[in-house]
């Protein structure tokens, strides 16, 4: 490699570091907003430009700062599960289903009550929890599953 062709290289990391310190200003395609205040954005695919992925991404409101859970649909829409984001219909209906699912859990717990159940037993851990059989006794020397 000449002398020429090698100050070129370090010209070129050079210009790409100092580029790379420089704030960018992204912004992209608004693409919706979910019932939680979470606002989603896109930049498209560009395959002439080598851009072969979309870019996803979302902002949540002032003060929550990424602390709740956002809903299932935009989550599959964030991750390139499905390629269009979700419509206000469906998030309505997966939101009433959600909302049904725990009243009817509430009717099952008080039903519970009402008919004299109680907590469930709690589980228990340890070696205890395993199970004992009456003809294996480990410390007996007399044991016939004794290894020999």
């Known amino acids: 490699m ?3 062709e090698y100050r070129q ?3 070129i990391v050079i ?3 100092l580029n790379s ?3 960018r200003q992204i912004q992209g395609n608004n693409i919706g907003k ?3 205040g979470n606002v989603y ?3 498209p695919a560009d395959p ?3 851009k072969r992925k979309p870019s996803r991404w979302y902002d949540p409101p002032k003060g929550l700062d990424f602390q709740d859970p956002i809903p299932a649909e935009w989550e599959a829409w964030l991750r390139m599960r499905r390629k269009e984001p979700p419509t206000e219909e469906e998030i309505a209906k ?3 289903i959600a909302e049904m699912k725990k009243v009817n859990a509430a009717k099952i717990e008080e039903q519970r009550l009402i008919d004299g159940g109680s907590l469930p037993a709690p589980v228990e851990k340890g070696h205890e929890s395993f199970p004992t059989y009456s003809e294996y006794h480990p410390g007996d020397p007399t044991n016939k599953y004794r290894n020999k």
């Open 34 to 36: 979910d019932y939680i």
């Open 15 to 17: 210009r790409n570091f």
């Open 48 to 50: 002439s430009t080598g």
């Open 41 to 43: 954005y896109e930049i």
């Open 94 to 96: 997966n939101l009433a």
């Open 21 to 23: 310190l420089k704030p």
């Open 9 to 11: 290289v370090w010209r």
């Open 2 to 4: 000449s002398n020429g």
